[in-house]
């Protein structure tokens, strides 16, 4: 009998996060570029936004289900030869929608 820990451990991750639409990708190569990321993602929906920093980005998707489809689709697989790591954000909200509202909010005090 074969156990897939890597699977039940992403099973096990996803099932405990609060979903959202912005992705975590960790372990991105340096040679990555924003395109790498478009094709890897868009299969999964829209993209709202990329936010591609020295070794881990941002994916922002339209719809919740969109990012959770990615997250399922995408974690664990390789990329200019890294394993990626990629999970929902935590705390504080990386979507542009959320990030302008807050802003507003702040210069109306």
Do not use: Q, W
Not at 71 to 95: A, C, F, M, P, Q
């Amino acid at each position: 009998m074969i156990i897939d820990f890597n699977r039940r451990e992403n099973e096990r991750k996803i099932s405990e996060a609060v979903p959202v639409r912005t992705l975590f990708i960790a372990n991105v190569a340096p040679r990555v570029g924003e395109r790498h990321l478009r094709d890897l993602f868009e299969p999964y929906g829209v993209i709202v936004r990329i936010e591609l920093r020295k070794n881990f980005a941002f994916v922002e998707f339209e719809k919740v289900e969109d990012a959770t489809a990615a997250l399922r689709g995408v974690d664990g697989k390789e990329l200019e030869d890294r394993v990626l790591s990629v999970e929902y954000v935590k705390g504080t909200s990386h979507s542009s929608k959320e990030r302008r509202r807050r802003s507003r909010s702040r210069s109306r005090r």
